[in-house]
């Protein structure tokens, strides 16, 4: 192992114990323009099952919940990703698409969906295009723990950056719920 590599694995050890800590104790580093009622951006992202996803497939069907999320593998990612998917039917009660996404390579996130048994699609921006679109990429240079909420209409019904990973599904149920998203 070269000099540059095992100085990469540093970095990378380094900013996976900053985002484990910053997602324990509920640090966002939110600063963003978008607000309720924008539209919201549209991206074309690939999931871990290899299909691509875009908003704009969504537009007049259906809404969507984008939670963005830090990194994969990381502690508080996987609470998050194990709330949605040992709760999911929570939020599959209402008629609404929910995806995460990261920054990470799509291999890297193939691999946390596996771990974690996820049964969504979870996204990867590893250009970081939609991140900052969406405005969420941190001085960390990975995506804060974000969730939109967008209408059938493409547009942005709240923005959620106070998340507890450990009640993910059932926050995002009663977000639903209070938005007035339809049942299925």
């Given amino acids: 192992m070269n000099l540059n590599t095992k100085m990469k694995n540093q970095v990378k050890k380094s900013l996976l114990i900053l985002c484990s800590l910053f997602s324990v104790v509920g640090f966002s580093t939110l600063a963003t323009e978008l607000k309720v009622g924008d539209d919201a951006p549209n991206f074309k992202l690939q999931a871990t099952t290899g299909d691509y996803y875009q908003l704009s497939d969504y537009k007049g069907k259906k809404a969507v919940v984008l939670a963005w999320y830090p990194m994969a593998n990381t502690r508080g990612c996987t609470i998050e990703c194990k709330s949605l998917t040992e709760q999911g039917h929570l939020i599959r009660e209402f008629d609404v698409s929910y995806v995460m996404a990261s920054v990470d390579p799509i291999d890297d996130n193939r691999d946390f969906a596996e771990k974690t048994g996820a049964d969504f699609p979870m996204l990867s921006d590893p250009t970081k295009a939609a991140a900052k679109d969406y405005q969420v990429l941190n001085m960390f240079n990975v995506a804060s723990r974000v969730t939109f909420y967008i209408s059938k209409e493409g547009k942005i019904i709240k ?26």
């Fill in 159 to 184: 923005i959620d950056d106070d998340i507890s990973p450990k009640s993910a599904a059932q926050d995002m149920a009663n977000n639903l719920a209070a938005l007035g998203i339809d049942k299925r």
